[in-house]
């Protein structure tokens, strides 16, 4: 170990529903930090979420999360010589860390009027488990399974 473990960051809790997870995937969705944009999209996307019919778009949205959560995914390894995908668990923090980027990238993938909308889309597929998100993180653990067999090179 050379270096100290970097201090972790205490994440203020969103205004309006007063949850961290919400801060944490509202820093993710910010570009150029424009943090008061980055809330605009993600409340639009909540509202228009309520308008689609979803009675509680927070646990929509919280389901959506877990849904997209991977458990496991594949580091690169090399052994002799030659690469092998070694599947290795993931920590807690980085699971949802990925969950939250992957559902803004196939947010921003996805095609519609304006990022609220494209969010709110994303968010409701991943909420029932379907969507580009929710295939990213079955993919993810397909591979991993699929390279069981190399779990013994874990370092």
Do not use: C
């Amino acid at each position: 170990m050379r270096k100290r473990k970097p201090k972790k960051r205490i994440i203020q809790p969103d205004p309006v529903f007063n949850d961290i997870m919400v801060t944490q995937f509202v820093n993710n969705m910010m570009w150029s930090g424009k943090k008061a944009t980055a809330y605009k999209i993600f409340y639009d996307a909540m509202d228009l979420m309520k308008e689609k019919g979803e009675e509680n778009p927070l646990e929509a949205w919280k389901a959506a999360v877990s849904n997209v959560t991977p458990q496991v995914e594949v580091r690169s390894r090399r052994v002799g010589g030659a690469t092998f995908q070694i599947p290795t668990e993931i920590r807690a923090s980085r699971k949802l860390s990925i969950a939250m980027k992957w559902m803004v990238k196939y947010a921003r993938l996805r095609s519609g009027k304006g990022m609220a909308e494209k969010l709110a889309a994303e968010v409701m597929a991943a909420s029932k488990g379907e969507g580009a998100s929710v295939k990213k993180k079955e993919d993810t653990h397909r591979m991993a399974e699929a390279n069981r067999a190399f779990a013994h090179f874990r370092a």
